[in-house]
């Protein structure tokens, strides 16, 4: 059944444990409610982060708008910061990171011969959570006050200043942490406790490794920030002062708290983009990954080197000189795990045979653009440059460069490569290309013409700006509105035909280089898979029992 | 289906990585609120 909505029977591949019928689980509201398979889990978060996708995008057309033209048209400044502060929460916390795992939860336990994730009802749980967080965080748009307004940091003092809403975001982050944290562990006993015999951990997709890893970084540092945020809570609440200043508190305190989880946190974002990117340039190259063992030790020494680079974001809070070069050169040492992965990927390519369906395109989209978000950071990772660029529009486009060229391009990425898995349909080729170019060209148009901007000087979080900067605002905005409209036309034209069974059939195998357990089960996968461990090959990658 | 053994050895994992996550935290927090105090 998987991702198919309408319930007709699908072929069985009963040779690998894999069935559908027989099925008597819960039927209707009741299967999306209870579900403990991992499929209908993988389903349900994957919906939900286009959904918090749909309300982040209107949100950021909100803020493109009032910034189309000079002076206040359409909100005045306070709802403004109201909008960026949720734009970025939503995106990050409701969007981006519910996507990952919602590509976990369905390719993890395919990739390594798991019958399904090491604990079921938990992972009801974990996803069930983030609606009244969602909730909660959308909600307080409608509270006395407005919504949280202090950025997407939560910088004190001045959420220690704000209404009413910020103690439900703080509550909304603290159940996301809640979610995230119990979501790892399940991902991570699954991979280390519930591979087939024969997967061993140099044999497992590279899409496994880079999430084994982003939840090891997951547990580390979602504790830190529902520590930082309960100080904040009770400094608001219980007379604490640990960053109110006018009780002998430190504000950079926060920063250096918040960071802590927060750089960490990028590479939460990029790190499983890494690893659908890796398993896609070579499906498409018709060739092997080029360095899987150099890919493994990239990943892990960047979720390392993500623990002591956090004050690159606070050059400009008066650190010791010594400090900012610390900081400075760890940062740019990153850039060196990080090119490996993109030389890899790169030689993967190298004489491949290769076609460029939808899935490559993104793919190859995404190392092109991503690369130049990568160098943006690199610039920015200079002390002497970052405090001249320190909240410009320059760090605006440079981190959407890495989270929607890079995040955001890989989850569309793997969408396509693993569409007709999940629904058993292929999509419309032509309707995929038409995505992928405008969501390209859109991309760029919005945010390439912000690199101009903050090297002008223009501040981000501000309603408005001086007619200098009329020019450039216009075209971002423009192309802010063609690139949400892309990825209405991608639900519309793309997923949903799918999700109702519209299309060709899908082979089991629709990518003919593609490698992998979850390629030697039909399509769309039955809802119940390797429910006894298939017995592998050499190289892990084919069923032979 | 995991079998009961395997079921064990999941929440020892799992309570593992909880302590972990609990040791980082007070290491992490307690280590900033003493270098502020």
């Known amino acids: ?545 | 289906m995991p079998t009961a053994a395997q079921r064990k050895a999941n929440a020892r994992t799992a309570w593992g990585l909880v302590a972990l996550a609990a040791t980082f935290l007070a290491g992490f927090v307690g280590k900033i609120l003493w270098l502020n105090a």
């Open chain 1, 1 to 545: 059944m998987s991702a198919v909505l309408d319930h007709s029977a699908h072929a069985a591949g009963a040779a690998h444990g894999a069935h559908d019928h027989h099925h008597h689980g819960p039927t209707g509201w009741r299967r999306w409610v209870y579900a403990t398979n991992h499929k209908d889990i993988g389903t349900l978060y994957l919906l939900f982060s286009f959904t918090m996708l749909m309300v982040g995008g209107v949100l950021a057309l909100l803020i493109r708008a009032e910034l189309f033209q000079p002076g206040l048209q359409l909100v005045n400044p306070e709802l403004f910061n109201q909008l960026t502060t949720m734009h970025g929460l939503i995106m990050v916390f409701g969007a981006i990171m519910p996507a990952f795992v919602g590509f976990a939860n369905w390719m993890v336990p395919l990739q390594i011969g798991a019958s399904d994730m090491a604990f079921a009802r938990m992972n009801n749980f974990s996803f069930w959570l983030m609606i009244p967080a969602a909730l909660l965080l959308v909600g307080s748009f409608f509270m006395p006050g407005g919504a949280p307004a202090a950025g997407w940091t939560l910088y004190a003092p001045l959420t220690l200043q704000m209404g009413p809403s910020m103690d439900a975001g703080i509550f909304a982050m603290h159940i996301l942490g809640a979610s995230s944290i119990m979501g790892s562990i399940n991902i991570i006993v699954t991979i280390l406790n519930m591979r087939a015999p024969g997967m061993t951990l140099m044999k497992m997709p590279m899409f496994c490794w880079t999430w084994l890893i982003t939840a090891y970084l997951l547990i580390a540092v979602m504790p830190v920030l529902a520590g930082a945020i309960t100080m904040t809570l009770t400094d608001r609440h219980f007379g604490t002062s640990f960053f109110n200043p006018a009780g002998g508190g430190d504000p950079v305190m926060y920063q250096h708290i918040f960071w802590f989880f927060g750089h960490p946190e990028v590479y939460i974002m990029i790190l499983p983009a890494f690893g659908i990117i890796s398993q896609i340039v070579p499906a498409f190259s018709r060739k092997k990954l080029f360095g899987y063992a150099s890919m493994v030790y990239a990943t892990s020494s960047i979720a390392i080197l993500s623990f002591i680079v956090w004050a690159h974001h606070m050059f400009t809070t008066g650190m010791p000189v010594t400090g900012q070069l610390f900081f400075m050169y760890a940062t740019m040492l990153i850039s060196v795990p990080t090119a490996v992965k993109i030389f890899n990927w790169v030689a993967t390519m190298w004489r491949g045979s290769m076609t460029f369906e939808t899935p490559m395109l993104f793919s190859v989209g995404f190392i092109f653009v991503f690369t130049i978000g990568g160098f943006t950071g690199l610039i920015l990772a200079m002390a002497p440059i970052d405090i001249q660029l320190q909240d410009t529009y320059y760090v605006v486009a440079h981190f959407h460069y890495v989270l929607v060229a890079g995040s955001l391009f890989a989850l569309f990425a793997g969408v396509y490569f693993w569409l007709p898995k999940w629904t058993g349909v292929m999509y419309s080729e032509l309707r995929g290309k038409i995505h992928f170019w405008t969501s390209l060209v859109f991309f760029n148009i919005t945010f390439f013409p912000m690199h101009f901007l903050g090297l002008a000087g223009m501040p981000r979080r501000y309603a408005d700006y001086p007619m200098q900067f009329a020019d450039f605002n216009a075209v971002a905005s423009i192309g802010a509105l063609g690139f949400g409209l892309a990825q209405v036309y991608f639900f519309v034209a793309v997923v949903w035909p799918c999700m109702r069974g519209q299309g060709a059939k899908a082979p089991a195998k629709p990518w003919d280089g593609a490698e992998g357990l979850e390629w030697e089960l039909p399509s769309p996968a039955p809802l119940h898979t390797f429910e006894t461990p298939p017995k592998l090959d050499a190289t892990a990658t084919r069923i032979i029992g």
